[in-house]
């Protein structure tokens, strides 16, 4: 016998929980599209990027800056942890930005690892918590297929995306490009 995949499962059980309704009630009413600036970051305790998009739903989306962030070896953890807190600190100074959309941490085998990471994660959100913004988390995956349709897109696919999308060519800079596509990944995913 032949197996279901998730997706027919699921819509067959939205047929049924909406075939006793109304239509008016069986219909999900989405809110309004995103529309504004966000912070898009891909966050990394010795390589950030960071990218600010500008996007207005029916018009082609605007990437007004990117930065990578590199940090020497010799640099404590500490000192990274405060550069990333600056950075995004600057990037919040010199752009109005409404949203700040961050990649979550990807799973990794190395608890050290993990924790690295999970600290240059908190320091980018905190950074934005501070002033109040609103802070969303997105996994790599859902960017992936967001931004590409494809999951497991490698990064030279995300960049030329990036390209198509903006206009802005951001060669081999793949730590801004993935930010620029956590950035689009919410503009093109967040309702209101």
């Known amino acids: 016998m032949a197996r279901k995949s998730s997706r027919k499962l699921w819509t067959a059980h939205l047929a049924k929980k909406s075939a006793g309704r109304p239509r008016a009630q069986a219909e999900v009413t989405l809110g309004t599209p995103f529309s504004g600036r966000v912070l898009g970051i891909d966050p990394s305790l010795r390589g950030s990027g960071f990218a600010v998009i500008e996007y207005r739903p029916g018009h082609q989306a605007t990437l007004l ?30 752009h109005s930005v409404d949203h700040v959309a ?12 993990a924790q690295i990471l999970g600290a240059a994660r908190g ?10 913004l ?3 988390e ?55």
């Open 134 to 136: 609103p802070v969303f």
């Open 102 to 113: 961050i990649e979550q941490t990807i799973y990794v085998q190395n608890f050290q690892t």
């Open 138 to 192: 997105y996994a790599p995956l859902r960017v992936k297929q967001a931004i590409v349709g494809l999951g497991r897109a490698s990064k030279e696919q995300v960049a030329r995306t990036i390209l198509s999308l903006t206009g802005t060519d951001l060669g081999t800079c793949f730590d801004e490009s993935d930010a620029a596509a956590v950035a689009l990944c919410h503009a093109f995913t967040w309702r209101g």
């Open 123 to 132: 320091a980018a959100i905190a950074a934005a918590a501070m002033r109040g």
């Open 65 to 94: 800056e990117t930065a990578t962030l590199k940090m020497h070896p010799r640099l404590s953890m500490p000192e990274c942890l405060g550069a990333i807190g600056n950075q995004v600190d600057d990037f919040l100074n010199q």
